[in-house]
């Protein structure tokens, strides 16, 4: 069994959902190595999150992004505004979808569906550069 951990640092973005699975492949080169196992990325930020969604159709980026501004809108009378009024919903809305993802790595390869992909979900308007932690987990190349 063998581990792998990479900080990988995600150039900043505007508002919506990001397509990053070929950024995410690129910064772990080891995972050609594992036979079998799991990849493990964390998000190190509360105003973004990460999901598997649909990679083919750039209008479903789209829909993602308009549905999540009708289901957690800036004009609530939110307490929390001393960071701007796309902060506290960028907080929920990360809530809502989550910082970390578990994939499955089979044949030095993630598994991931035909018309999945890795999404970051930008929900500030003005972000910083992301940071993902990954671990990589599993039975190297050569070993039964």
Known sequence: ???YQQLIVL????RGCHLITQEILQALPQ???????????????TSASLMINENADPSVRRDLEAFTEVLVP????????LEGPDDMPAHIKSALYGVSLTIPISDGSLVLGTWQGIY????RDFATNRKIYATLI?????VT
């Not at 970051?120 to 929900?123: K, P, R």
């Open 1 to 3: 069994m063998e581990i």
């Open 11 to 14: 150039g900043a973005r505007g």
């Open 31 to 45: 995972l050609a190595q594992i036979r079998k196992g799991l990849c493990h990325l964390f998000l190190l930020h």
């Open 74 to 81: 800036e004009d609530f009378p939110y307490t929390h505004t």
């Open 120 to 123: 970051l979900c930008e929900h």
């Open 138 to 142: 599993g039975v190297p190349k050569g």
